[in-house]
């Protein structure tokens, strides 16, 4: 049961529930807790006898599950630990509702983790009525499904344009463009640390190299193109490297009015 009970809450804190509903989550852990309670009372009851060999093959592989999980369990529950130093900065995103689909400092719920200098960084989609960041209606290939596709992309910070692109086409799922990871961007220095905000729409972004920005400043709109697998957001920071040239720095960790944000978390307005 203890076994189980690991690889259920590795699955809750790991699993990308914005593809069922976000509201999904709760409801299947619910379930697994009163499952586990009924099956509980129900081996709590007259067993059956085992051979020897049924019982160590049982101790053995529920041993070898909680050794595994529980280490998996650790390194995962790491990432919601908000490194030394973070910076804070606004949302850039102010319209409806919207999930961190890779955030914090674990693998296991980053894909940036272990991504130099995107250890820090998050993706974020955006979620419609049902709580799904992709509407059931209409095929995964059209851009128009995805909840966050043609929203504003505002500026996270006071400061200066580094970088700015926007003549990428956007491309229809699956296809990704390997050789401009980045895709349509901007990168903005906000007191030395330059923020990256990526994958933005084609010929959305209405900012140029050398123009102050403020929180207020839209910079462009969510996108698709890029090294990207579905319309979202790409946020890091970085410090140290090449003025306006991206993934060439040090991370810099950073809060969103004030919380340190991983997978799942939806406190983006």
């Known amino acids: 049961m203890v ?5 259920m809450a590795f699955f809750v804190l790991t699993f990308r529930w914005d593809l069922l509903g976000m509201w999904v989550r709760p409801v299947a852990s619910l379930l697994f807790v009163v499952c586990a309670w009924i099956g509980y009372k129900r081996v709590g009851g007259d067993a059956p006898a085992s051979s020897r060999l049924g019982m160590w093959s049982g101790i053995i592989v529920q ?3 909680i050794v595994l999980f529980a280490g998996l369990m650790w390194r995962t529950t790491l990432g919601f630990e908000q490194p030394a130093g973070a910076m804070d900065v606004r949302s850039p995103l102010r319209d409806g509702a919207a999930v961190v689909l890779h955030g914090g400092s674990s693998p296991f719920m980053n ?5 130099w200098p995107q250890n820090f960084a998050i993706d974020i989609v955006g979620l419609n009525g049902s709580k799904r960041s992709r509407s059931l209606s209409g095929s995964s290939s059209d851009l128009k499904t995805y909840e966050l596709f043609g929203q ?4 996270p910070c006071a400061g200066m344009i580094t970088a700015a692109s926007d003549g990428l086409e956007d491309l229809v799922p699956p296809a990704v463009d390997q050789a401009n990871p980045t895709g349509n961007h901007v990168m903005i220095d906000c007191d030395g640390v330059e923020f990256l905000l990526a994958h933005l729409q084609q010929f959305s ?7 102050v920005v403020t929180t207020s400043s839209i910079v462009g ?16 920071a970085e410090r140290g490297g090449p003025i306006g040239t991206p993934l060439d720095g040090e991370p810099v960790p950073f809060t969103i009015d ?7 978390s939806t406190a983006l307005r």
Not at 152 to 155: C, G, I, K, L, T
Request: without cysteine; glycine residues 12%.
């Open 3 to 7: 076994g189980l009970s690991l690889i």
């Open 63 to 65: 041993a070898t599950l």
């Open 111 to 115: 894909a940036h983790a272990r991504v």
């Open 152 to 155: 504003a992309v505002y500026s």
């Open 205 to 211: 972004v209405v900012v140029e190299i050398g123009d």
């Open 221 to 236: 709109r969510v996108g698709n193109t890029g090294n990207t697998s579905e319309p979202h957001l790409h946020m890091h």
């Open 258 to 264: 004030g919380k340190w944000l991983v997978r799942g």
